[in-house]
Structures are given as C-alpha cells and as structure tokens.
C-alpha cells in the first residue's frame, strides 16, 4: 500500500519569503511515480510537477523547486520569494505503476497562506 | 481547450435521496477517475475506467455507490439513499493514456455534496 504523509497542516508567510513544503511518502514499490497539485479556492486541481522514482534530479521552474531524496523518501516544494497569488492548498501524491492502480494516492494536503 | 466539466457544482440532498454527479472528460482521454475529498483531507480515490470499462472500483465506500461511463466518455457517478457521512466534494479526473501512472491526471472543478 501507498502512503503520502504531509505533516503541514498550515503555513503561513509574508510576501517575498521563501517557503518549503514537506512530502514523505512510503511505497514498496521500487518504479513509482510523485506529483505536486495545487488546489486554488476555485476546487479546481493544477498540475505543478512529476517526477519518476529514478529520477532524483532537482527541478526548477520560475520561482518553484523540487527536492527529490530517496534516502528519506522525501519529495519537497520550495516556493521562493512568495506572493499571494500561491495561496492555495498543496497536495502531493503518489501513484505506481501495474494492474489497475493507476490512482493517486494524496497527502492531506498544506494550506498556503501568503499574506501581503 | 476545455477542460474536465462537472455537474452540478452543489448539490443539497436529504437524507435517504438518490443523487446522480456528472463528469464531462477532456475529450479524447481514455482514462478516468472519481476521487471524493472530505473537508481539510487529500482527494480519495473511488473508481477507475478505461474507455467505457470499470478496471477499479476498489475505493466505492459501499454498494450504495455506483458509476458507469457507458460510451467511454461521458461519466456519472449515482448515489443512492445517501447518508450524512456522503458529504464531500467529489472530483473527478482524466488523463489521456490507459495504465499511465506517469500520466498527468486534469481534474474538474468538483461537484460539493451536502447530506442534510
């Protein structure tokens, strides 16, 4: 069984800081697959990233990275210089190839408050 | 293009009432999924098709719960005599390959159940 666990219920920041949200998650699956979704008030889930289990490169996109450590089973969001606009709930998850479980399994989630 | 629509966006039934919730896919994609997300929890999976087959269906609470997508696109996800314990938001989500873990899944903006 999969298991995403988000210890950050809620964040708060002010405008311009740096932010890290956290992302543990267990498998015993060696081939698996992390995502990072936002959920803005509107409900609506967006894509952020994706990463594969051997891939533990870093990414930079703009103002947001991704740290991925298989040695803690880790796979953290950096938000840098925060704006308001990243106010949202972050969630990550976890899904694994083979048979018919091609779900996500989520974490419950970060609520982001950036405050101006 | 468009996205993945639901309907309705809210929903108020009674206790003991049938509900039926929509799911408009993004077309062309022979995945999708329901997920049902309880207040302040990640998004829970429900139920997976490819095309117009159900392959999971592992995450259906109980058999009052049933889905179908009946041409291989448009889904409904019906819930009979439903119980306080049904409220949520339930999402729904598809992406355009079949046994795609790596697949990004596009998630509508969700349809809000409360049970009164």
């Known amino acids: 069984a999969q298991k995403v666990t988000q210890a950050q219920t809620e964040i708060s920041v002010v405008e311009k800081e740096d932010v890290t949200l956290d992302c543990v998650y267990e498998?015993?699956?060696?081939?698996?697959?992390l995502f990072w979704y936002k959920q803005p008030p509107s409900g609506e889930l967006v894509f952020l990233i994706r990463?594969?289990?051997?891939?533990?490169q870093n990414e930079i996109s703009g103002r947001y990275s991704w740290n991925f450590q298989k040695s803690t089973s880790s796979f953290n969001f950096t938000i840098t210089a925060s704006q308001v606009v990243d106010s949202a709930v972050y969630f990550c998850?976890?899904?694994?190839?083979?048979?018919?479980?091609?779900?996500?399994?989520f974490g419950s989630g970060t609520q982001l408050t950036v405050l101006p | 293009g468009a996205g993945v629509s639901q309907s309705p966006r809210y929903k108020v039934a009674k206790r003991g009432q049938d509900v039926a919730l929509r799911c408009d896919p993004i077309?062309?994609?022979?995945?999708l999924f329901w997920y049902q997300q309880a207040l302040g929890q990640g998004p829970e999976f429900l139920t997976y098709?490819?095309?117009?087959?159900?392959?999971?269906k592992s995450g259906l609470p109980s058999d009052r719960f049933f889905a179908e997508r009946p041409e291989g696109s448009v889904s409904t996800l019906k819930i009979q005599r439903t119980q306080q314990e049904d409220s949520a938001v339930y999402l729904c989500?598809?992406?355009?390959?079949?046994?795609?873990?790596?697949?990004?899944?596009?998630f509508g903006p969700g349809t809000r159940l409360t049970v009164t």
């Open positions: 989500a598809s992406s355009l390959v079949a046994q795609g873990a790596w697949d990004e899944q596009y």
């Open positions: 498998t015993r699956d060696t081939t698996y697959y």
């Open positions: 990463r594969n289990s051997f891939d533990e």
């Open positions: 998850a976890l899904s694994v190839p083979g048979g018919s479980a091609r779900q996500l399994t």
């Open positions: 077309s062309g994609h022979v995945s």
């Open positions: 098709f490819q095309n117009e087959a159900q392959l999971d």
